[in-house]
């Protein structure tokens, strides 16, 4: 079974039943649906609640448990972030591990030679695919235990605990199951595998790095903060106006696709949506940073478009591609049309909106 609440959702998030997405106004954000969590639940406790959990023992409501458990919906990486992102021990306190924004930071303590305990440390990103890791080190390739609990596994991209850069314990498995994070070890140049059953870590605490909000204001009920296709509260259409949009996709393994959009937002600022790694990252700049966006566009020939538009030359590997606003439509052009030129200009405005 998976764990019984997800908890990053809190009785204000719900999951859209039209298209699956997570939300927390009236209306889904990604197609316009009305919320249909309001109505009054009454759960195995006895207790009537409204929301997406009871709010006397802390079930969640029948939709959503029986989605995930049955298998009808799987669990989303940001919902398994939410379950295992945290501070975490083993009974005796000799293993201790954090995991925060993709990052697993750990410790084994264990002893080294004549009885002295040392503290072994693990740095380092952490996956849920060994596709998403890409080039993956031999270590996976070795034996492990098997789980008839596993709900899913956690890739650490370095899995070894070492002393004077001498492998001395391997984590073989990370995983989560019957409600809490597990960690198969194995004692290097042996067959000694175990597996420690974690805790939460009371005294490690995650801090939060949420970003000031950022987003568009609906023109029909005046919410703040709208970054999806509908308003949140009342379901109106957001209005967006795009300005500018460059991106880059890369079949190596894993693929990489990263892209940054820039929209009208106010009299000063504009708003660009950087998407990169998996994640989107709304920020504002500066209005006359146009100007400089449209002589990138002019120095590497895009505004010739036209003049290239029947030319195909397939790009191999991937695609790059940059458009721009002309008068009430975008324009532009991809590498396949324009070569080197779009690649130039795309680099050249990644930079740009990146503020880097």
């Not at 997800?6 to 919320?35: H, I, L, P, Y």
């Not at 009808?72 to 293993?95: C, M, Q, S, V, Y």
């Not at 204001?217 to 109106?236: A, H, I, L, R, V």
């Not at 397939?314 to 591609?321: I, L």
Request: glycine content about 8%.
């Amino acid at each position: 079974m998976l764990k019984e609440r997800v908890s990053d959702m809190s009785n204000d998030k719900w999951f859209c039943t039209e298209c699956g997405t997570q939300n927390s106004g009236n209306f889904c954000s990604e197609c316009g649906a009305k919320r249909k969590t309001d109505e009054p639940v009454t759960c195995t406790c006895g207790f009537v609640y409204t929301g997406n959990f009871c709010t006397n023992c802390g079930a969640p409501r029948p939709q959503i448990q029986s989605s995930i458990n049955k298998g009808d919906r799987p669990l989303t990486d940001t919902e398994k972030k939410a379950l295992i992102e945290h501070g975490w021990r083993d009974n005796a306190g000799k293993f201790k591990a954090v995991l925060k924004d993709g990052i697993l930071t750990s410790s084994y303590t264990t002893s080294i030679t004549d009885g002295e305990e040392d503290t072994l440390q693990i740095d380092t990103e952490y996956k849920f695919s060994l596709q998403e890791l890409g080039m993956v080190s031999m270590a996976y390739s070795i034996q492990k235990l098997e789980h008839p609990d596993e709900d899913f596994i956690i890739y650490p991209r370095d899995v070894f605990y070492q002393s004077e850069g001498r492998g001395l314990y391997q984590i073989t498995k990370l995983w989560y199951g019957s409600d809490t994070l597990h960690a198969d070890l194995k004692k290097c140049r042996s067959y000694d595998y175990f597996t420690l059953d974690l805790v939460l870590d009371d005294n490690v605490t995650i801090a939060s790095d949420t970003a000031p909000a950022i987003g568009w204001t609906c023109s029909k009920c005046g919410k703040e903060n709208q970054t999806g296709e509908f308003c949140d509260e009342c379901g109106e259409k957001i209005k967006k106006v795009e300005l500018f949009s460059c991106s880059s996709y890369q079949t190596c393994n894993p693929p990489k696709y990263e892209s940054a959009t820039v929209y009208e937002y106010s009299d000063t600022e504009l708003i660009c949506v950087i998407f990169n790694d998996g994640k989107s990252k709304y920020k504002l700049l500066p209005k006359d940073i146009a100007g400089t966006a449209l002589n990138i566009i002019k120095e590497y020939g895009i505004d010739k478009w036209k003049d290239y538009e029947n030319i195909n030359n397939p790009m191999m590997g991937g695609s790059v591609s940059v458009m721009y606003r002309d008068g009430d439509k975008m324009v532009g052009s991809t590498m396949d049309h324009m070569g080197s030129a779009v690649s130039g200009a795309c680099w050249k405005l990644m930079l740009l909106f990146n503020g880097n």
